[in-house]
T-cell receptor, first 117, second 113 residues
């Protein structure tokens, strides 16, 4: 089955520390992968996406993610976290609805990030 | 500025009542989506529309209905048949249906009293 897992429900880091949020996917073909961020009470905003090519993808707000096919992972990283990065982060994979052949996006459960000043 | 608007931001409803959530976009996107968000469950797709006058059920369509009479509008009705309607509802759009970047509205929090 096509799925996305984010092993960490909640992570706390100190401001200025590095960050890595984990994402694992289950999908047979080469996946389309996304990271979205959601500030409290708001909608989601795309941070970055991977479709093909270079496996290290740069996004907005200083984030990057690396696609590792052998590990079925697409972890999000930031070298130095700012207090404004506190939010919910969602990994997502492009998948195909088997019944209708509809291309859909499956979202993971999210990781909540807290930043200590 | 282009974007997606959802109204109202907060909505309270009595059990047994239908309620309609508004979603409008001025991005000229063909595809629109409705998601439901519950704590710890990520986003679950309720309905999607690829083009005007066409829409399809998502993973959790029971108890919901939609219409797509105009390209820019995709209202969602939460009916009394929805057994657990209290949730945060997000509307999104994309240039075309599929794996394009989705742009999200700010959401509507529905509480059933």
């Amino acid at each position: 089955a096509q799925s996305v897992t984010q092993p960490d429900i909640h992570i706390t880091v100190s401001e200025g520390a590095s960050l890595e949020l984990r994402c694992n996917y289950s999908y047979g073909a080469t996946p389309y992968l996304f990271w979205y961020v959601q500030s409290p009470g708001q909608g989601l905003q795309l941070l970055l996406k991977y479709f093909s090519g270079d496996t290290l993808v740069q996004g907005i707000k200083g984030f990057e993610a690396e696609f590792k096919r052998s590990q079925s992972s697409f972890n999000l990283r930031k070298p130095s976290v700012h207090w404004s990065d506190a939010a919910e982060y969602f990994c997502a994979v492009g998948a195909i609805e088997l019944k209708t052949s509809y291309d859909k996006v499956i979202f993971g459960p999210g990781t909540s990030l807290s930043v200590i000043p | 500025d282009g974007g997606i608007t959802q109204s109202p931001k907060y909505l309270f409803r009595k059990e047994g009542q239908n309620v309609t959530l508004s979603c409008e976009q001025n991005l000229n996107h063909d595809a629109m989506y409705w998601y439901r968000q519950d704590p710890g469950q990520g986003l679950r797709l309720i309905y999607y529309s690829q083009i005007v006058n066409d829409f399809q059920k998502g993973d959790i369509a029971e108890g919901y209905s939609v219409s797509r009479e105009k390209k820019e509008s995709f209202p969602l009705t939460v009916t009394s048949a929805q057994k657990n309607p209290t949730a945060f509802y997000l509307c999104a759009s994309s240039r075309r249906q599929g794996w394009d970047e989705q742009f999200f509205g700010p959401g509507t929090r529905l509480t059933v009293l």
